[in-house]
């Protein structure tokens, strides 16, 4: 789990990029995530907050992302610009992903086999 501490340390330096609006979590991911994190990440799903602040912060977008899905978050940063906006984060050896949809209405935390 140090990858969650280290994803925390790193975005308390930098302000939300974005507004997330409502965050839904699929039930594969909630299941893995109820039986392989310690519980007291699971308390009020930290985990995920976690993984959300990361993501409105850009936190990890140049480490996992693929060079042109990093572009497309930045290019839908900018003023009159709108696009989905993608995160990759490893947690205990799986990947997941944090994509906020076009509008800012939702952000779905999942594993990309979930997609």
């Known amino acids: 789990m140090q990858e969650l501490l280290n994803l925390a340390a790193m975005q308390r330096l930098k302000p939300a990029l974005f507004e ?3 965050t839904v979590i699929t039930t594969h991911l909630d299941n893995w995530a109820n039986e392989n994190l310690p519980k ?3 308390d009020r799903d930290l ?3 976690i993984l959300v602040n990361a ?3 850009g936190v990890g977008w140049d480490e ?3 060079d042109d899905d990093a572009e497309l978050n930045r290019l839908a940063l900018q003023p009159g ?3 989905r906006i993608m995160s990759v984060y490893t947690v205990a050896g799986e990947k ?3 994509i906020t ?3 800012r209405s939702a952000t779905t935390l999942l594993f990309p086999d979930d997609y």
Do not use: M, N, S
Request: glycine share 8%; net charge neutral.
């Open 20 to 22: 997330t609006g409502q």
């Open 40 to 42: 007291a990440l699971l």
């Open 47 to 49: 985990w995920a907050v």
């Open 55 to 57: 993501h409105t912060r």
């Open 64 to 66: 996992e992302l693929p």
């Open 81 to 83: 610009k709108r696009g």
């Open 96 to 98: 997941i992903w944090v």
């Open 101 to 103: 949809e076009w509008d």
